[in-house]
């Protein structure tokens, strides 16, 4: 299995909400100890059942915990909200958690912390919907909702790169890829686990939350509700379905230092244009009108990390970019002392 642990997308806002839902996730764990360690001490009674799918039934305790009051076991509203917060065990925790801090906290930041929560819990609800369709064995975990996060970063990052490591005979291998291969990859493992019967991994749950995740990714998109920086290019613009050539004010009209800026040409039209009256009504009076220089553009210089040595206009102060030598992604400086 490849584990990611860092992908290179740079962030234009907190990814705050997706904090908040880890916290979450882990609160609700620390709540499941005590179920964990009531199951623990039981055992499961099974037994044949002609009417099972799988042809048998199983006999677990239900102590009257967190988990069995909300974990996913047929139709009922606590189940499809409930599920996707519990977890079985360390592992399936800490497993989820990694996928969930990388791909959601860069989606997160592209969506916004008022957007994120509400498509998080709606992925995560398709993949209950999803999971009930298919199976009728309970079911609890995360892995939906988050899969519906990595489908979002596919479609508005498919050629940033993503770095994993697996192990290979007890040695530790670290490689780096494109989005688009290490996921597509992923989704594989799911469609094969799913026709293979699952094994106790409730693969129909993440196929779910993956396709809506990525479909609302489209809506997105296509509806102009989020929009591509210059910079990167999202699935749609790599597929040919729609123009890289987006409007510069389109593109930039979320960006804090692009509203400043043009705050700041529109203070510079007003006071040039009182200054030409002034100079106008020199001109009238027979006075030798005054002339202004405009001053010349600052021009940032600053360092990436790889060492190359970056000057750019200071119009382009705040925005983001790509070194020259490596290709990161980097922000300008948008101010004197961020500067070299």
């Not at 975990?141 to 290979?168: K, T």
């Not at 597509?184 to 939350?209: C, E, K, P, Q, S």
Request: charged share 20%; hydrophobic share 45%; with cysteine.
């Amino acid at each position: 299995m490849f584990v990611p642990y860092e992908v290179d997308v740079a962030f234009n806002h907190r990814p705050v909400m997706n904090w908040v839902i880890v916290a979450g996730i882990i609160v609700v764990f620390c709540l499941q100890l005590y179920d964990h360690s009531f199951y623990s001490g039981q055992q499961v009674t099974i037994t044949a059942d002609p009417n099972s799918e799988s042809g048998f039934s199983f006999e677990v305790p239900k102590p009257k915990g967190v988990t069995w009051r909300w974990l996913l076991d047929g139709w009922g509203l606590k189940g499809f909200f409930g599920h996707m917060w519990l977890h079985a065990g360390v592992l399936h925790l800490v497993g989820n958690l990694i996928f969930l801090w990388l791909f959601g906290n860069a989606v997160c930041s592209k969506l916004g912390n008022v957007l994120y929560a509400p498509i998080y819990i709606l992925c995560g609800l398709a993949a209950a919907f999803s999971y009930l369709l298919f199976c009728d064995v309970p079911m609890l975990g995360a892995s939906g909702a988050i899969n519906g996060m990595v489908g979002m970063y596919l479609v508005f990052f498919p050629e940033n790169s993503i770095s994993c490591f697996f192990i290979f005979f007890y040695r530790p291998y670290w490689f780096t890829v494109r989005s688009f291969w290490m996921i597509l990859l992923w989704f594989v493992f799911d469609m094969w686990g799913a026709l293979d019967g699952g094994g106790g991994v409730a693969y129909v749950a993440h196929i779910g939350g993956f396709a809506t995740g990525f479909a609302l990714a489209i809506l997105l998109l296509r509806t102009k509700v989020i929009v591509m920086e210059k910079d990167e290019k999202s699935l749609l613009q790599l597929l040919g379905f729609e123009k890289d050539d987006i409007p510069a004010e389109q593109e930039q009209r979320r960006d804090l230092a692009y509203w400043q800026q043009k705050w700041g040409d529109t203070a510079g039209e007003k006071t040039e244009g009182v200054r030409q009256i002034k100079q106008d009504k020199l001109t009238e009076s027979g006075a030798m009108p005054f002339v202004v220089q405009k001053p010349e553009e600052r021009v940032i210089r600053f360092r990436c990390r790889c060492g190359q040595r970056v000057i750019i206009a200071g119009k382009y102060a705040g925005l983001m970019g790509r070194c020259p030598k490596c290709s990161a992604r980097l922000r300008i400086p948008s101010q004197l002392n961020e500067a070299e």
